[in-house]
């Protein structure tokens, strides 16, 4: 059943086949919610997701995306997404990790179907040949499962704390936008702003520059600003294959790293391209804007256009304080005045390079940084252990369930 036209702000999360990002669901950020009298109608019982469900990308190029829901809060798929749900709870977690293995993905990919776009059907799944293995194993399996879960908490929590810290120093604690709509301006503030839209002069900005007016802050980019600014290229689909650079799209990054990319471009193409260094910060421009990435690490591959590369040009600010700043609400709600378009939002360079940064004194700059460093160790060990567990699954698969326990024990002591 169609739900397009029940789409909304708040509500009950709906998960597309390009939502699953995360292997944890509860930490997705579906574009979309469905107001909660939708998610009860009889005609979305069998879109329900529960808790231990395995989920399946099945339609375009990211097929074969496996995601897994741990906690029973209310949500709903579309049918871009196959709902796998075990007969037995305990293999769950066993379930998610072979599908990702690549044991899983090859069968996956054996069976999609189609030309211009591929696909998977529900008939399937019927070919698709799981090992069975013993409980004991499955419960292995389940336990480094639940250990990737914890520590993915826990980085949603160290980020909070260094949220609130952030806030609290530059006197935004317990600040909310007003919800007011009326504002009253004078003709000259529409003709310095160069903007005669309602949306761009509502109160709640107001609001945001007036505490900002009591924070010491320099413009982003621009002759005083704190980075430089650099695009990369937009090659055109034609241009996209199999083979050559990783080609990340804004759909491939969040604010916690980037997606392996499915498409590739010529390195021909894209010798003059930037590619992202360590401490890097990516800024989405186009359609989900405002989304900030500092990279961890040298990096080869190439952005899209709507993917801005912004490096720190002098000491006054931190990379990783600076990304925390720009993902928080004081960057994100200059970012949804600034932007315009009815389709596909646009946040145009020149509004970008004059977003106000508040900077705080460096010591306090790097105790919010040691926070965010923390965030980030906590996921990398969360994804360390899911890979532990897809790797215990193919040795399982190649060499006999004994020997991967072995493995499991032997990584266990850091060996």
């Not at 389709?343 to 965010?372: F, G, M, N, T, Y």
Request: aromatic residues 8%; contains cysteine; hydrophobic residues 40%.
């Amino acid at each position: 059943m169609g739900v397009s036209d029940e789409f909304c702000a708040e509500g009950v999360p709906y998960f597309r086949g390009g939502d699953i990002k995360e292997f944890f669901l509860s930490f997705a950020r579906p574009e979309y919610c469905v107001p909660e009298s939708t998610y009860a109608k009889p005609t979305m019982v069998r879109s329900h997701m529960k808790q231990g469900d395995v989920f399946v990308s099945i339609v375009g190029a990211i097929i074969g995306q496996i995601g897994m829901k741990t906690d029973c809060a209310p949500a709903l798929c579309s049918c871009k997404l196959g709902i796998l749900r075990p007969k037995d709870h305990k293999t769950s977690a066993y379930i998610a990790a072979f599908l990702s293995s690549g044991v899983g993905q090859s069968q996956i990919w054996r069976y999609r179907r189609g030309s211009a776009q591929t696909g998977l059907i529900l008939d399937d799944f019927d070919q698709l040949l799981v090992p069975s293995f013993s409980d004991k194993f499955y419960l292995k399996i389940k336990d480094l499962v639940s250990a990737a879960l914890k520590a993915r908490q826990g980085a949603v929590e160290a980020i909070k704390n260094a949220e609130e810290m952030l806030l609290a120093e530059l006197g935004f604690a317990g600040w909310s936008p007003t919800d007011d709509a009326v504002s009253v301006k004078s003709y000259s503030d529409f003709v310095s702003a160069g903007r005669f839209d309602a949306e761009y002069f509502q109160p709640k900005y107001d609001e945001l520059f007036a505490l900002l007016d009591k924070c010491k802050t320099r413009p982003l980019g621009g002759k005083d600003g704190l980075v430089n600014i650099q695009r990369s290229i937009e090659p055109g689909s034609d241009a996209y294959s199999d083979k050559g650079v990783p080609f990340v799209r804004i759909a491939d990054f969040t604010e916690m790293g980037i997606t392996p990319p499915e498409i590739h471009i010529s390195q021909d193409i894209c010798v003059d391209s930037p590619r992202p260094k360590k401490d890097t910060i990516l800024l989405s421009k186009d359609g989900s804007v405002g989304i900030a990435y500092k990279v961890e690490e040298d990096l080869d591959v190439v952005t899209s256009s709507g993917i801005l590369h912004l490096t720190v040009k002098d000491d006054a600010v931190l990379p990783d304080y600076l990304t925390l700043v720009l993902n928080s609400k004081i960057v994100r709600l200059q970012a949804e005045r600034d932007a315009g378009g009815s389709i596909i939002q646009h946040w145009k360079q020149s509004e970008i390079e004059h977003v106000r940064i508040p900077l705080l004194p460096l010591p306090r700059q790097r105790a919010i940084a040691d926070k965010v460093q923390t965030s980030f160790a906590l996921r990398a060990e969360s994804k360390r252990l899911l890979d532990l567990a897809k790797h215990a699954v193919e040795v399982a698969i190649e060499q006999g369930e004994g020997m991967a326990i072995e493995v499991l024990s032997l990584k266990k002591l850091g060996r």
